[in-house]
């Protein structure tokens, strides 16, 4: 395989993805690097309903789709590969694969996405998998007719706990506040559902076990008394963490460490855009992400069409 790309994109979630399709049917040869599986945090989630012209789709379902797509168009998609160093400093950008494959091009899209943000609290370590979960579609059916908590008080956290009251036989959702952050259809969808009940203005402080999770203790946060709950287990859906550490030094990154973008997707670097979940907004949806990743698309390929041209005309004097 040619190890030169025109773009190089490091991330396989809807962004990245996204990029792919557009460059690789506009015939930018394009290098999708992925350290996981294609698709990113899609796969992880059950249902995506507000996806517009689809009514109803698994995360997978639609990620499989997309992975499919770029690929019909031509774009190379390497996944579940350790990216082990790069440089982006340069007018050619270099991407290091399992510390022996370099792969050089004129641009990089960073699409590597987010993570899900972990509660921060004693036990979580010790219990992720023996009871802590980030993710109702991998480990819904672990918990068939269990008595589960779901702890955030978002999109996710309400559409998630509806979805696991398809295996667990309660499911109680705990929130610090007093109202919810999410849409009201979600809202609603599971206050109306007779397997969810509340916790509100209360965090866990400490998850509680042997083997495997058994208790949580929880703090009102009004008076800070504290009270355990026996459970089954415990998913939580409080946000995400961007996947961008490795970039910190080299482009511009916030305080909460998203990479900072201009309308175009161009980072601090000429050459790197970045798109999805890693960069500084405030609304991350499949949606979002697939804009995102469109409009670094389009930015990169304007970028490498430039330099082809350039080099032309220096090649015809």
Do not use: W
Not at 24 to 30: F, G, P, Q, W
Not at 226 to 234: K, L, M, P
Not at 290 to 300: E, K, Y
């Amino acid at each position: 395989m040619n190890n030169h790309f025109d773009v190089i994109i490091i991330g396989a979630g809807a962004a990245g993805l996204t990029a792919g399709i557009y460059l690789s049917r506009a015939k930018i040869n394009t290098l999708i690097l992925n350290e996981g599986t294609a698709g990113g945090q899609m796969v992880l989630t059950h249902q995506i309903a507000n996806y517009p012209g689809i009514e109803s789709i698994s995360g997978y379902e639609l990620a499989s789709n997309m992975k499919r797509q770029a690929q019909n168009f031509g774009c190379t998609i390497r996944a579940n590969v350790k990216i082990t160093s790069f440089d982006l400093q340069g007018e050619t950008k270099k991407v290091v694969v399992n510390n022996k494959e370099e792969y050089t091009s004129h641009a990089v899209i960073i699409a590597t996405g987010g993570r899900p943000r972990p509660a921060g609290v004693p036990g979580e370590d010790e219990y992720k998998g023996k009871g802590i979960s980030y993710c109702a579609t991998c480990d819904g059916d672990f918990f068939q007719d269990k008595e589960i908590v779901v702890l955030g008080g978002g999109n996710s956290a309400l559409e998630e706990a509806v979805s696991l009251t398809k295996y667990a036989a309660k499911v109680t959702i705990i929130h610090q506040f007093d109202n919810f952050q999410a849409f009201e259809h979600y809202v609603s969808e599971a206050k109306k559902n007779p397997k969810i009940s509340f916790i509100m203005e209360s965090k866990i402080v400490e998850f509680i076990g042997n083997e495997k999770l058994t208790r949580i203790k929880i703090q009102n946060q009004k008076d800070l008394n504290t009270s355990e709950i026996n459970i089954d287990g415990v998913f939580i859906f409080i946000g995400y963490v961007p996947n961008s550490e490795r970039f910190e030094g080299i482009i511009e990154l916030n305080e909460n460490k998203e990479i900072i973008v201009d309308k175009n997707m161009n980072t601090s670097l000429p050459g790197v855009f970045a798109a999805g979940d890693n960069i500084a907004k405030r609304y991350r949806q499949v949606t979002t992400a697939v804009a995102d990743g469109t409009i670094a698309a389009l930015s990169a390929a304007e970028f490498v069409n430039n330099i082809k041209k350039n080099i032309n005309i220096e090649e015809s004097i």
